[in-house]
């Protein structure tokens, strides 16, 4: 297999990296398209009804029916907001989410009108930090935009997105740590390069449940999306928001759940390669079809995110801030410092060996973590047990009694 690396990039003509970028920017809002697409029809499938079917065949059009329809719509502009950050908030939520994809691996290196480059448009030595870097900034425009309607429930949604983030992009970071240390790099390209015997969720389970969680609550997705809980804050930070301004968090949104999804697939399921055993096939990991395998790989977490707001209940605030701090953050922090002695001790030691003892201990690990976040998820007693009775009236709900009856019943 041809794996780039750092030294692959810097070479491109000018129109060769306009062509990638043009080609990430189609890609991406292709996929949110298709997204929402496949995000009503896989709901309505698991809830037995039939979904968007009228637009076009089967109701293929639908997305794109809807986004004419927003970009047409009147942009209403509330009395009182502070109007510049008020505009300014949807496009700092889009535009990170955009350019954090830029170092993101399609493939390998393949040759376009004679040129060899790889399947990606640039990379860092501190790719995966760029990444991180780049997808907090795309937080201040939730922020900014609950701050800045000049109505209250906007505010606690961006207020709520704040504790959000702090909670679990310290988890996130810290299991990108594990990865670093095991494939002592932070280049995209080349972490896939390290990737080539063992992916890394063989090697480092727990950081990829860890990772799992987390970019879930980064991206507000069911179970955690608390910053625009419907319930309670009608609509959340975008609630002022209409017409092509809130399509541009709409937009945002998915494209950070593709960001994830491919980052998720870049750390810890080897990226472009085929899995096993297709990986077996002689050319299955080289030129374009490499593209098919990242592709599959970001739908399958696409799918889980569609399973999760379809199956599972908003988790209560205190809920989500104890699986944060006192699940996830712990073990990511232990978790690191198990992997940097397992490979301290085993610096001399055979390659196998090493893998051995990190899969055995990511393997207890892995289940000592989800034990502690069944824990962090029981509901207390005081809220799970029997509601309170009325001495005289039994067991369950009070309810006051019948009347006496003060009639007597004749019979003719």
């Given amino acids: ?35 929402i697409l496949a995000e009503r029809k896989i709901m309505a499938r698991m809830q037995r009804r039939l979904g968007p079917n009228r637009v076009g065949p089967g109701g293929i059009l639908q997305s794109l029916a809807d986004g004419a329809k927003l970009a047409l719509k009147e942009g209403l502009t509330p009395a009182g907001v502070d109007k510049p950050i008020y505009l300014l908030a949807p496009i700092i939520a889009v535009v990170p989410a955009i350019t954090a994809f830029a170092v993101i691996p399609f493939g390998p290196s393949v040759s376009i009108f004679g040129h060899h480059t790889p399947l990606q448009l640039t990379d860092l030595p501190v790719a995966v930090l760029y990444i991180l870097a780049i997808t907090s900034i795309g937080v201040y425009g939730i922020v900014l935009a609950g701050w800045s309607s000049g109505s209250t429930y906007p505010l606690l949604g961006g207020l709520r997105s704040t504790a959000q983030v702090i909670s679990y992009e310290i988890a996130m970071g810290l299991c990108f740590a594990a990865v670093f240390l095991l494939s002592t790099t932070m280049s995209t390209s080349e972490i896939i390069g390290s990737q080539h015997r063992h992916w890394f969720i063989l090697l480092l389970l727990p950081s990829f449940i860890i990772y799992a969680i987390s970019m879930v609550g980064e991206t507000n997705r069911a179970p955690f999306d608390l910053p625009e809980a419907e319930g309670e804050l009608v609509g959340g930070f975008h609630t002022e928001y209409s017409s092509l301004k809130f399509a541009m968090f709409m937009l945002a949104e998915y494209i950070n759940m593709t960001t994830v999804a491919a980052l998720a697939t870049t750390l810890f399921l080897g990226g472009w390669m085929a899995p096993w055993p297709l990986s077996l096939i002689p050319g299955a990991n080289n030129g374009w079809l490499s593209v098919v395998w990242f592709v599959a790989k970001i739908w399958v977490f696409m799918f889980v995110f569609i399973w999760l707001r379809t ?46 003892v990190l899969a055995g201990t990511g393997l207890v690990a892995a289940i000592a973590l989800i034990a502690g976040i069944v824990r962090a998820m029981r509901v207390p007693d005081d809220i799970a047990g029997p509601p309170p009775t009325t001495p005289g009236l039994g067991a369950g709900f009070p309810t006051p009694p019948l009347p006496p009856h003060t009639r007597e019943v004749t019979h003719a």
């Fill in 1 to 35: 297999m041809n794996f780039p690396t750092l030294d692959s990039f810097g070479h491109d003509p000018w129109w060769l990296v306009a062509a990638k970028a043009l080609a990430v920017f189609v890609f991406l809002v292709l996929t949110v398209l298709v997204a």
């Fill in 311 to 356: 199956t599972l209940p908003r988790l209560r605030y205190d809920q989500f801030m104890n699986l944060g701090w006192k699940v996830l953050i712990p073990t990511s922090l232990a978790w690191v410092m198990v992997v940097a002695l397992i490979r301290a001790a085993t610096q001399g030691a055979a390659d196998s060996t090493r893998t051995w």
